[in-house]
């Protein structure tokens, strides 16, 4: 028997299916004939209201069969199950790479096609991915709406919450694949392989010599532009380095923080208090290439080396 085919004039698509040209004829018309009697939402399709509903009444009769997570739409346990199997049906054709969503599969063509839809209406910015355009907009608005439950703290982002959380439950993540060393923040992780593979990524300008670390970079920079942005509000003194200003403070207030455990003594500076240890253990790190003398103290070893490197003048 042949085939009944029902001819849609508004994109000439056919098909078998007597119920399908009034579904399609929905997407044209824009007409949503099928509304949900709890909050009179409308949908163009019966089987999308029907979806709808178990947001209501909380049913979700799509299960995983791995990990029994369950659904209130079978399309979302389909894609959910891409996680077990690992299957990546949407490839992009200019790079070949491979997502298990449609959706980050569009995402990522705007690499390619430097499109950017969603634009911030404060400052005409614009971003490939809504969610980025969302977040962006806290800044002008101020808002952080996600707050941690023990201290109150509030974020723009969700993710900085969930950084500062463990700093409450001690929670290391990242671990170093090297040395087992574990951090609470991927970006302590990276810097702290470099140690091992020694890249310093961060080069200066100006003498060329290179960091593991921006913000040891932007510090480095104020030698050659003698910027010091940290004032001492006592007496104007500024410095290059926050920690520089904290141990001049100490100049005012008289604190020594710092004490040693042998002898009780106490310091401004934590590195002070290192040398002073070593009096204790007798230690010697700073030792002299030309002529093997040993000292504890960095300053004491510089003025050594004048011995070897001065030039020395006489006069008839």
Known sequence: MEDKLFKRGACDQDSSKSSAPMKHKCIHTMEKPFMCEVC??????????????YIHTGERPFK??????????STTLLTHQRI?????PFRCEVCEMAFSHSSDLLIHQRIHTGEKPFRCEVCDRAFTHSSTLVKHRRIHTGEKPFTCEVCD????????????QRLHTGEKPFMCKMCNKSFSQSSHLQLHQRSHTG??????????????????LRVHQRIHTGEK?????????????????????????????????????????????LNH????????????????????DSSNFRVHQRIHTEVKVFTC
Do not use: M, Y
């Open 64 to 73: 995983c069969k791995v990990c029994d997570k369950s659904f209130a739409v």
């Open 229 to 273: 942005p940290f004032t001492c509000e006592a007496c104007d003194k500024s410095f290059a380095r926050p920690s520089h200003l904290l141990d001049h403070q100490r100049s005012h207030t008289g604190e020594k923080p710092f004490t040693c455990g042998l002898c009780d003594k106490s310091f401004s500076r934590s590195s002070t208090l």
């Open 277 to 296: 240890q070593r009096i204790h253990t007798g230690e010697k790190p700073f030792t002299c290439e030309v002529c093997d003398k040993s000292f504890s």
């Open 199 to 216: 890249e310093k990524p961060f080069r200066c300008e100006v003498c060329k010599k290179s960091f593991s670390n921006s913000t040891h």
């Open 40 to 53: 009179e939402k409308s949908f163009s399709r019966s089987s999308h209201l029907h979806a709808h509903r």
């Open 153 to 164: 703290k509030s974020f723009s982002v969700s993710s900085h919450l969930r950084r500062h």
């Open 84 to 88: 077990h199997t690992g299957d990546k």
